[in-house]
């Protein structure tokens, strides 16, 4: 089945060590996104990109980035992670832009804590 | 930017009732999204809308939009405890955002 994989699942960090999260589509989708999400808050956009297009949001922190190397994988960078980034971090790809084509299928998202 | 209000937040109702999940756009809604999420995993796909009027139904599952209100609703007939979850709305006008979400139980 055609899917949305993130690894790991759970990630545990010291804090200000470096972090990397995996994502990985086998829907050969033109886009990727990030999204931070805390306990009962919405889902935040952090970035996406589209093809090899990076698309940063305006209050994303510096401290994250994100690497896209082929259409099928793309990674999240997290440099010094602070308590206030631990969070359920989900990954989702749609075909293209706009409304059909834009709907996002998501990961099963990782969870990463701060200690 | 747009904001997507959701209501109620939480709702715990008895096994077969019927229950009604809100969504209210600060702006003008070119589309509609919803999902759902089980607790501590990614967002599921439900349907989208994308015309005034539009209404769509999976299972037991149904959503409308009303352009002119800026809202949306999500009818769910007869519930189950495989219902449960929460359900998050999601406008794309420009990039996707989300309400903060309903949280349902589902009573046996």
């Known amino acids: 089945d055609a899917m949305v994989i993130q690894n790991p699942r759970y990630q545990v960090t010291q804090f200000g060590k470096p972090v990397t999260l995996s994502c990985s589509q086998t829907?050969?989708?033109?886009?990727m996104y990030w999204y931070q999400q805390k306990s009962s808050q919405a889902p935040k956009l952090l970035f996406h990109y589209y093809d090899k297009d990076f698309n940063n949001e305006a209050d994303t922190p510096d401290n994250f980035q994100s690497r896209r190397p082929n259409t099928s994988f793309c990674f999240l960078d997290i440099r010094s992670p602070g308590l206030g980034d631990a969070a359920m971090y989900l990954c989702?790809?749609?075909?293209?832009?706009?409304?059909?084509?834009?709907?996002?299928?998501f990961g099963p998202g990782t969870r990463l804590t701060v200690l | 930017s747009q904001e997507l209000e959701q209501s109620p937040q939480s709702l715990i109702v008895q096994e077969g009732k019927n229950l009604t999940i809100n969504c209210t756009s600060s702006?003008?809604?070119?589309?509609l999204y919803w999902y759902k999420q089980k607790y501590g995993e990614g967002l599921i796909f439900l349907m989208m809308?994308?015309?005034?009027?539009e209404e769509k139904s999976h299972e037991k599952i149904t959503a409308k939009l009303d352009e002119k209100k800026q809202q949306s609703s999500l009818h769910i007939t007869a519930s189950q405890p495989s219902h449960a979850g929460i359900y998050l709305c999601g406008a794309a006008n420009n990039d996707m955002r989300f309400g903060a979400g309903t949280r349902l139980t589902v009573k046996p």
């Open positions: 829907l050969n989708h033109n886009v």
């Open positions: 989702a790809t749609s075909r293209d832009k706009g409304l059909a084509d834009g709907t996002q299928y």
């Open positions: 702006k003008t809604l070119y589309g």
């Open positions: 809308l994308q015309k005034g009027g």
